[in-house]
């Protein structure tokens, strides 16, 4: 999914915030990269093991924003199910954000 | 090293319309390059070239591809920062791997130790990012 929005001129970030809700190591990247095959820029906040910053900014896991680069402003924001019901929030956006991208 | 290419390829355009601006106020000088704009040549204007075409132009659109500038980026916007809706996204560290062309499973790429939301902004042409906080257990 998200190749269609770098493909479009639009850029996809996953950010890994949590593990159980604690810090991420480089190990739980690689870990969750490789179960969910993960195929756009995959990262965790450095340095790694240290805290959760990005959880913390965004107050909750499964949060997925679109931003206007320019201003950075949010221009849409989802908050998908922690009980992994119905669609995550990234599959909610991605139409979106492909139409803000003329597509 | 694109902001020190461009910069070097328009120090050469500025270098070059200098000198024919000094060509072209004098009259005398109507020599080799010179000679196609004394006011006593006669030009065929269908044949000169136009702006978009320039041999500069050209080097510039080799050099530098279709690969994105910085044009329209500046600062990261300042603090206050929010996560609501019409709030300003911090500018938030991170390290791991990216995928910019999302073309493979992403830990066959590179790690990179220290990236941010202001460099990859700057990777979205159209002016789109997408940000996705997932965990794990």
Redo the contacts between chains.
């Keep these: 999914m998200?190749?269609s929005?770098?493909?479009?001129?639009?850029?996809?970030?996953?950010?890994?915030?949590?593990?159980?809700?604690g810090p991420?190591a480089?190990a739980?990247?690689?870990?969750?990269?490789?179960?969910y095959?993960?195929?756009?820029?995959?990262?965790?906040?450095?340095?790694?093991g240290s805290g959760t910053?990005?959880?913390t900014?965004?107050?909750i896991?499964?949060?997925?924003?679109?931003?206007?680069?320019?201003?950075?402003?949010?221009?849409?924001?989802v908050n998908g199910s922690v009980a992994g019901i119905g669609d995550s929030?990234?599959k909610q956006?991605?139409p979106q954000?492909l139409t803000?991208?003329?597509k | 090293m694109k902001r020190f290419l461009f910069t070097a390829l328009f120090a050469v355009a500025c270098s070059s319309s200098s000198e024919s601006s000094t060509a072209s106020g004098d009259d005398s000088a109507a020599t080799g390059d010179t000679a196609a704009i004394d006011d006593s040549s006669t030009v065929d204007d269908s044949t000169t070239p136009d702006d978009t075409s320039s041999p500069l132009d050209s080097m510039i659109a080799e050099v530098l591809g279709d690969a994105p500038m910085d044009v329209g980026f500046g600062p990261y916007p300042p603090a206050p920062y929010g996560n609501k809706v019409g709030d300003v996204m911090a500018n938030l560290q991170w390290e791991g791997y990216v995928n910019d062309l999302a073309d493979a499973i992403s830990n066959t790429k590179p790690y990179v130790a220290s990236t941010s939301m202001d460099e990859l902004r700057k990777k979205a042409s159209k002016g789109y990012a997408l940000v996705h906080v997932s965990e794990f257990y």
Excluded: Q
């Design positions: 998200g190749k929005v770098n493909d479009a001129g639009g850029y996809v970030v996953e950010v890994l915030g949590s593990k159980a809700g991420v480089k739980d990247l690689d870990a969750w990269i490789k179960t095959k993960v195929p756009v820029t995959a990262l965790i906040d450095t340095p790694a910053k990005t959880l900014f965004f107050g896991r499964e949060t997925c924003v679109i931003v206007d680069v320019h201003t950075m402003k949010i221009v849409k924001k929030s990234i956006l991605i954000i803000l991208l003329g």
